[in-house]
């Protein structure tokens, strides 16, 4: 069982999970055209995993086309909830939470670039209709859907799929840019990331990409080269990301991709995260507009003694630079 410790000298919560250890790892073998028979996110092998909890199936040649289930190696698991303990200045309390994988595709590829536009779309209705089901657990308080593509993101399986956390507690980083966002709607009327998307928008020197309703950019203080964040162009007029049309995931999904095959065009087989950024759950979760947004955060650069001893980041490609190279390396390019 995994266990949550805080350190109180950073105000940090770190989760301390021994379970993961023994995970298994198929990044030993790089090379993707090898049969796969022992992948378990792989068609036909369901068994080598827990049972589904939700499948969505687009075609009948595939018995389902993005599949979710409870993470074998979870760093956090549905146990019931403990009280804190605390010795001396340290607390710590039980890892209690949610800990699924989504399975972005029946097939064997790595990136969310490789995705069917059926597989990709799907995906991304899993996301939501998982984060709902995470959110109305009275017990959590934020969740995060999250993909590790590559070794160098955090990944041990190479076919694609994502994570979901769901946590007890608001991490302090969620924490302190959902106090940002409400101190500066108390005093502007609007929301921090309208007023950062319209910047953007009138620059229109970081953009990358868009479709009708969504904007992609390279953010004005990126902590990593070719960053790149997707948002609403008009967040506090979009719905919540709970609340999305099928044809606004479709647009999300494309756009996600798009981003994606420009940055693997610059850099290929380049590592990256993605992350979909939602705000700790209040009363009015599921109407909140004005704070989704969704990250891919490729890992470029390693965090060396600097970043870790302050927390700042050194970006050497300026995000004008690697805004016009992702506009250049366009899809069809
Ligand atoms: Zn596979």
Redesign the pocket.
Known sequence: MSEYRHQPLTDQWILIAGNRETRPSDYVQHDSTLA?HN?P??VGNESETPKSILTFSDSESSPWCVRVFENKYPALTSTPNEPRQSLGPYESFHGFGRHELIVLSPR?VESFSELSPAERRLSLLAFQKRLIEAYEDPSIQHAVVFQNCRLDAGASI??VHCQLMGTTLVPPQVEHQAQRQADYRRQQGRSLLHELVATEQDSGQRTVAETDHLTAFCPFASRQPYEVWIAPKSPDETDSFFDLSDSLLDELSELIQQAVVRLENVLPQVAYNTIVHLPPKTADWREQRGTWYTEIFPRINKTAGFEWATGCMINQVPPEVAAHRLRENSPSS
């Open positions: 796969n992948c996110f792989c064997h190479q076919h």
